[in-house]
């Protein structure tokens, strides 16, 4: 998140910083508001004011141990409160109270939200709560706040484990420990990520190693190396720093250090130690040399970056980040989308911006600057001040603190009419006990055959799937009693090949496989392969596409129709097609289908079933032509009075 400190006084400015700052708020602010577009890899912004907070806060308190012998740690917690109190108070006042006013799924777990933005343990609830980051449904209403908790833990922590460093005599040695420091966390988020067990724990591995305050604290500690290795330089500046070399040569390494920082963001992101941390930690160290070249003694590339649009944003940047996803969030809840292309149209995320820009200007100009500037009891005797001043004051003042005492009211009636789970997790729960109270029976996967498709009974069918199957069981089984359903929430494709040479293996794969498994991620040619020759030509496969808000969905439904035109024992259930235009049938997610949305999914996979039958039907009816021609041919060509050239 952005670094949420600025200087006290003016020696104690960085050059370029608030550059830096405005980039990666922007680059971040993209990546969640317009997420179809170019910045793949957005999220490395969190990652860049990591690095500057690292070399901010350091560089602060190495200059206070400097002139006083020591840190006094009091002053420095009472900085850090009256700069990020006040909008963050204002932010989760306000947008908790929109929230109540929308209802519905936005209001989930808004107690926990609230204890973890209050304390500053956001990243470590959502770790317990095994959420789900980069693939989670979007709801929830706080989620950027994890930055802002591993941050703040780093506050706490860091001015007292400081002295310790000091203890180090050799500034070279106190840079190698902040570098080794900062190895080991990008290796422990490297472990925690390719430790997945599952391909369905990916996504909860990814986000504990995300979020966690020792496995992301490299771009932290590289800002405490910069810091470290910078106020060592400042001491003692070399004449060659000032050279002709070193002003052309640094400022153009840092303008390739923010080429490289945009370019990066850009890339794709994968689920993989190539991004966590190798995506994340390249775009540290490029941070930080682009924060080193920026505060280099006469750069070019600080002035550059200390333009008036840049020093704006990123002076804002603390609250910019505060707003932007909350009222996000907010303007999703209450647009009721038919799409799935995209998670949201363009003109939520362009009026999410202009909303974003419209709160942060005004709580910077009269909440945060005023606290930062006065302090709290400055601020409480201004405001009292102004009750005794005009009439026109007096009526502000009143008028902001009966908006404040509103939005307080409305935060606790929230938090108390909150539902205990969302929508989509009440349908799918609601399969789960439709599954539970069915007993099938003994399955032994030789139920009786038929050609023609009306014939086609549940028990001649295995189903597959995620979440959305679970969601639809009931339905499933009203429509083709005795089907056979193996679904659980977060599965993807990957899984399918070894659920099938389980059943296979145990005799209860039937023949009519339905697989419904393409909206929790991409699907692969090699998977899909690998399936068909488990079922082998006596079966046939009925693939079911996805309909999600997720930016993957039309690549997933585009592969499976490519792999049905291959292969004439595939069919496709288009439940994309059948749910589209009827978002009303849906859960809040825009994901699970209710009761009426499961009936419309079972009948999409019995359009499915049916055409596979007549296929099946199709097959068998010239093969048995085809081997009757045979027979006759044969027995054309033994005949002897037939025979060529016979006497």
Known sequence: MPSPHSPASPRARFAGLDGLRAIAVTLVVLYHLFPLWWLGSGFIGVDVFFVISGFLITSLLLREHASNGRIRLGDFWRRRARRLLPALGLVLLTCSSVAWAIGGDVLVGLGRQLVGAA??????????????????????????????????????????????????????????????????????????????????????????????????????LLGVAVAVLWRAAGRRERPWMHGRTARALVPMTGAAAVAGLILLAASAQHDSVATFPGTLLLASALSALAVMAGCWPGSWLGRLLDIAPLRWVGDRSYVIYLWHWPVLVLLVASVQRTGTDQPFPVWVGILALVLTLLAAETSHRFVESPVRRLGFRGYAAALGRALRLSPRRRAGVLGGLTAIALLSAGTVSAVVSAPSVSSGQAVVEAGIAALEEHDPGPDTGDATTHDAAEDVSGDQITAIGDSVMLASASSLLERFPGIQIDAAVSRSMYAAPGILRELEAA?????????????????????????????????????????????????????????????????????????????????????????????????????????????????????????YAEQLRRELFFQPSHAPFAS
């Open 507 to 627: 005799g209860a794969l039937r023949p009519y496989v339905v697989l419904a498994l393409g909206t929790n991620g991409s699907v692969s040619a090699r998977s899909l392969q690998e399936i068909i020759d488990i079922l082998g030509p006596e079966r046939q496969l009925v693939l079911v596409n996805a309909y999600a808000p997720r930016s993957w969905i039309p690549g997933v439904n585009a592969d499976l129709a490519a792999f049905a035109r291959a292969h004439a024992a595939v069919q496709v259930a288009d439940w994309a097609d059948a749910i589209s235009g009827k978002p009303e049938l849906l859960a809040g997610d825009q994901i699970h289908p209710g009761d009426a949305g499961g009936r419309v999914f079972a009948e999409a996979v019995a359009e499915g079933v049916d055409r596979a039958a007549h296929a099946r039907a199709r097959l068998a009816e010239f093969t048995e032509q085809r081997t």
């Open 119 to 220: 304390t500053f343990s956001y990243n470590w609830l959502s770790v317990v709560e095994g959420a789900d980051y980069f693939t989670g449904s979007g709801s929830e209403l706080f989620r950027n706040l994890w930055s802002l908790a591993v941050e703040e833990q780093f506050y706490l922590l860091w001015p007292v484990l400081l002295p310790l460093l000091l203890l180090v005599r050799r500034p070279w040695l106190r840079v190698t420990v902040a570098f080794v420091l900062a190895a080991a966390s990008a290796v422990w988020m490297g472990v925690i990520v390719s430790s997945a067990a599952t391909p369905e724990a990916l996504g909860a591995d990814i986000t504990r190693a995300y979020f966690g305050t020792d496995s992301h604290a490299f771009g932290l």
